[in-house]
Nanobody, 117 residues
């Protein structure tokens, strides 16, 4: 079992920045993938950005390319999402996801991001 705790969400004006953090309860060194998803009201949960282990690289949604950056600090068991040039359409609950090599998937509780116009 892995517990994931997100933080860093909040209310920001359009054009502003936020940095989300996802702290894992154990090492994130040997995992299949780790990433961020978001879900806006009335919409399906969608991938924002993910780090694929084993040389898989990064998977970034077109809607956030050039504005959002995903990274992780192995020593701190923490993943980050730096969000710049935020737009009202980025408003959503953002979820942290971790997938083990055995395909088990874990989710955080979510953190609300609201971008005002």
């Amino acid at each position: 079992q892995v517990q994931l705790v997100e933080s860093g969400g909040g209310l920001v004006q359009a054009g502003g920045s936020l940095r989300l953090s996802c702290a894992a309860s154990r090492s994130i060194l040997r995992i299949g993938a780790m990433g961020w998803y978001r879900q806006a009201p009335g919409k399906q949960r969608e991938l924002v950005a993910a780090i694929i282990s084993g040389g898989g690289g990064l998977n970034i949604a077109d809607s956030v390319k050039g504005r959002f950056t995903i990274s992780r600090d192995i020593a701190k068991n923490t993943m980050y999402l730096q969000m710049n040039s935020l737009k009202p359409e980025d408003t959503a609950v953002y979820y942290c996801m971790l997938q083990e090599y055995g395909a088990s998937v874990y989710w955080g509780q979510g953190t609300q991001v609201t971008v005002s116009s």
